[in-house]
């Protein structure tokens, strides 16, 4: 079973409006890790946004918050006014496990285009 | 601004030919991976380190791959034989063991093995 699910192979937007990329998430074990990273054309991988499935709170990183619903599994990354410099590749990815062990695995990626 | 940086950025290579991409992890950081990016597989998780000791390979083909690290300022990823089914972007990122919770990854090496 796949462990990351990202449903949305493509997605557009709007210039300035908000926008929700999917990810729901497979495991048991109840320590685990969830991340999205952001793959410009440029080809890097760049971190945003941690959420630890041990936190009380939504993780959020100036327009990046992470709408984390532990019971539905799932891992949403809300871009709030998105500018066009956001189109490019979004993918979420998880880490199980305590801090001794780190092996994360990545879903297949939504592509965002944002539109003037 | 302290970033992971890779060599070669482009490889072109022949069928069966010895490929080695190398990687300066982040001055200061104790782990490393090594990802393979391909548009079939996505993002794979070829090899983890951690204080230069290899903690999981088991998602590299132990046939022809292999990835060391000779010291704390090099990671090294080697293919030999190369065949065209390893073209891909290969990514080496590199963190703190203490904070689990973010990778950074250098530019990555496009190969393509003809």
């Known amino acids: 079973a796949q462990k990351i699910t990202q449903t949305q192979p493509g997605m557009f937007v709007q210039e300035k409006e908000a926008v929700t990329l999917d990810c729901t998430y497979d495991t048991s074990d109840p320590s685990y890790g969830l991340f999205w990273y952001k793959q410009p054309s440029s080809g890097e991988m760049i971190f945003l946004i941690y959420q630890g499935s041990y936190d009380q709170q939504n993780a959020t990183e100036g327009r990046y918050s992470l709408n984390f619903q532990k019971a539905r599994k799932s891992a949403n990354l809300v871009i709030s006014a998105s500018q066009l410099g956001d189109s490019a590749m979004y993918f979420c990815?998880?880490?199980?496990?305590?801090?001794?062990?780190?092996?994360?695995?990545f879903g297949r990626g939504t592509s965002l285009i944002v539109h003037p | 601004d302290a970033r992971v940086t890779q060599t070669p950025r482009d490889k072109v290579t022949e069928m069966g030919q010895e490929v080695t991409m190398r990687c300066q992890p982040i001055?200061?950081?104790?782990?490393v991976f090594w990802y393979r990016q391909t548009m079939m597989q996505g993002l794979e998780l070829l090899a983890y380190?951690?204080?230069?000791?290899?903690?999981?390979d088991s998602g590299m083909p132990k046939d022809r791959f292999s990835a060391e690290m000779p010291d704390a300022t090099l990671a090294t990823l080697k293919i030999q034989p190369s065949e065209p089914r390893d073209s891909a972007v290969y990514f080496c990122?590199?963190?703190?063991?203490?904070?689990?919770?973010?990778?950074?990854f250098g530019p990555g090496t496009r190969l393509t093995v003809l």
């Open positions: 380190f951690r204080n230069r000791a290899p903690l999981d």
């Open positions: 990815a998880m880490r199980e496990g305590s801090g001794g062990s780190y092996i994360p695995t």
């Open positions: 001055l200061g950081h104790n782990t």
């Open positions: 990122a590199s963190g703190l063991s203490l904070n689990y919770n973010e990778q950074f």
